[in-house]
């Protein structure tokens, strides 16, 4: 209210302080951008950075060894990594546990491709079993039809086994019957056409259970013996 002498100052002055604040916005975190997919065997929304097609199939790959040399008992989160060449923590990443990664390893057994239909029963026939022989010699799948069937591997697993590679094979094999039945071409009814259906791939695991070599012409000589059961002409 006074000068440095004392005298009353004619004029007051008023202090004003200005703050500004300025907020920038948060910087994305590395690596956990949500890439929007949803992963078709857990079904869980992925996130982070787009994966390695090229890792996943090196991982399944490793988890299908495991299962078909030492079973789901032997299946650990190390040994696949070991196998795969990656780590534990990426494996984490894309399972939430071991019966996940058992499950997603059974699943892919049943990618195969599916023969093309072609409207004749018998060529259809012959097609599948052909392709049932190719998927279970190529990727040991009577070693692992045993090891995911056993008592002790969890109820998960074996449904994956029976849904994603049972299932749709034997489905393909009704359809198959089911059509030639509707046309005429054959005159098995509805319940010799399911006996039928498990005729088809029987016989191969009973060769392997009986220790012997199914003849090269297996698919050929099946195809026809089912259809001829059947009631079919060749």
């Known amino acids: 209210d006074s000068c440095c002498r004392g005298t009353p100052c004619a004029f007051r002055y008023t ?5 500004i604040r300025i907020v920038f916005p948060p910087l994305p975190r590395r690596g956990r951008l949500t890439t929007g997919t949803v992963d078709p065997v857990t079904g869980r929304r992925r996130t982070g950075r787009p994966r390695s097609a090229a890792l996943d199939d090196a991982i399944l790959s490793a988890a299908r060894d495991v299962l078909v040399e030492s079973g789901p008992g032997q299946l650990t989160f190390a040994e696949v990594a070991a196998r795969a060449g990656t780590t534990r923590p990426a494996l984490y990443r894309r399972f939430g546990d071991l019966d996940e990664l058992a499950v997603a390893a059974v699943a892919s057994f049943g990618a195969a491709t599916t023969p093309k239909v072609t409207g004749h029963g018998l060529t259809d026939l012959v097609a599948e079993l052909r392709a049932f022989r190719r998927g279970i010699t190529t990727t040991h799948g009577i070693a692992l039809a045993g090891a995911v069937l056993a008592e002790t591997t969890s109820s998960r697993v074996a449904e994956a086994y029976r849904s994603s590679v049972v299932a749709p094979r034997r489905a393909r094999l ?32 009973a060769h392997a259970l009986a220790g012997e070599r199914p003849p090269k012409d297996w698919p050929d000589r099946t195809a026809l013996m089912v259809w001829t059961a059947a009631g079919g002409d060749t």
Do not use: N, P
Not at 15 to 19: A, R, W
């Open 15 to 19: 202090h004003v302080t200005i703050q």
């Open 174 to 205: 009704r359809a198959i019957l089911d059509r030639a039945a509707d046309d005429g071409t054959i005159t098995a009814d509805e319940r010799d056409r399911h006996q039928l259906v498990t005729m088809c791939t029987g016989s191969w695991y």
